[in-house]
């Protein structure tokens, strides 16, 4: 991989799972990394870690993407310790995965704001500076079931295809200004996500699944990866990923 080196990646979610996972893998590559959660002491241990083991640099801040405010400081940070942006990815999510029975309005609302309006506010900051530049790669973590759904997926699923539109409607926008768009679409996968299910039943399939038929957070990094690493003139637009042994959604 010779297209990563020195790139200015900056990570959302990046305190654990794919975000923690790909961090590790471009700061081998000689990445120069921003990281972002709301889990500060985590982002500090990881930026330690890979500063240690790696010669490359890594800054982190305190973000919830769900905050306009948090993510322009995190932006401005990216630019005033670099001056530039190469790769944003929008990788933080909430899975709290319910039957539409149920009415689970705060859950709705947080994966809306988290899965939507956190990529979209990442966007909106990042975009005009990759404009100035002529160049830059705007990523975005989303699922397989933006592609289809199933039992108790409806509002996740919602979230998932809405990304869907919004990275297509940026490639289209893009067209001839150096920027390349990429969804990563991943089947189940050994992430936190599954935790924050409420419902026992539902948790405890989705763990099952992922447990023995799931992915690995370095999997879907490593599609992360191969998107990042191809010519200005490549743009690899959607990956759709599944465990081999994964059978439904």
């Known amino acids: 991989m010779n297209d990563i080196q020195n790139k200015v990646v900056v990570i959302t979610g990046a305190s654990s799972g794919i975000g923690k996972e790909t961090a590790t893998l471009l700061a081998a590559k000689g990445a120069k990394l921003v990281l972002a959660a709301r889990r500060t002491s985590a982002l500090a241990a990881l930026a330690t870690a890979l500063t240690a083991q790696y010669d490359t640099e ?15 400081a995190l932006i401005e940070l990216t630019i005033a310790k670099f001056g530039r942006i190469d790769v944003l990815f929008n990788n933080a999510g909430l899975m709290p995965v319910s039957m539409l029975r149920d009415s689970k309005v705060d859950e709705w609302e947080a994966m809306i704001d ?7 506010y990442g966007i909106k900051y990042a975009l005009p500076l990759m404009e100035q530049q002529k160049s830059g790669h705007i990523i975005t973590t989303d699922s397989v079931t933006g592609h289809f759904t199933g039992e108790g997926l409806s509002v996740y699923s919602a979230t998932k295809y809405a990304m869907r539109a919004v990275m297509e409607g ?7 200004m150096g920027i390349k768009s990429t969804l990563i679409s991943p089947g189940h996968a050994q992430t936190e996500l599954a935790s924050r299910i409420s419902d026992p039943q539902l948790r405890a399939a989705v763990l099952k699944s992922e447990t023995e038929t799931g992915l690995t957070a370095t999997d879907v990094a490593n599609a992360v990866m ?3 690493d191809t010519p200005d003139n490549v743009g690899i637009n959607e990956v759709i990923l599944r465990s081999i042994d994964q059978r439904d959604y």
Do not use: F, P
């Open 170 to 176: 940026l490639r289209v926008e893009e067209v001839g």
């Open 58 to 72: 890594v800054i982190y801040q305190q973000t919830d993407v769900t905050q306009l405010a948090d993510m322009q």
């Open 114 to 120: 988290i899965n939507i309006k956190g990529a979209l």
């Open 226 to 228: 191969y998107a990042i």
